[in-house]
C-alpha cells in the first residue's frame, strides 16, 4: 500500500516528472497515488531491493503508466509503502 510521503515529494518511489506525464496525455496528481494498492510484479535485486508494482484494481497510475517502481527497504523504513493485509 502506498501511504503519504512525510515530505512533498515521493523519495523511494520513482514517481515520472509532471511534463513526462503530461506528454503521455495524464493528470500529474499526486495525490492519487496516496492509500493505493498495489501488487508486486517484479523484485529485482538483493540488498535494497528495486520493485515494479501495478495497482490491484487494474487502473493506470496518473491515467498514463501501468507500472511504476521503487527502492523496496528504503519505502518502508520512510514510511512511503506499508504491508497491506486483506
Known amino acids: 500500500m502506498i501511504v503519504k510521503p512525510a ?14 506525464i503530461i506528454k ?6 499526486v495525490s492519487t497515488l496516496n492509500n493505493s494498492i498495489v501488487t508486486i510484479t517484479k523484485i529485482s535485486g538483493k540488498d535494497n531491493p528495486m520493485i ?14 501501468r507500472t511504476l517502481t521503487a527502492e523496496l527497504n528504503t519505502a518502508i523504513n520512510i514510511g512511503e509503502m506499508e504491508v497491506y493485509d486483506q
Open 52 to 65: 515494479t508494482f501495478k495497482r490491484s484494481n487494474g487502473k493506470k497510475f496518473f491515467k498514463a503508466y
Open 24 to 29: 503521455r496525455g495524464g493528470i500529474p496528481n
Open 7 to 20: 515530505s512533498l515529494s515521493y523519495q523511494s518511489i520513482n514517481v515520472p516528472r509532471k511534463n513526462f
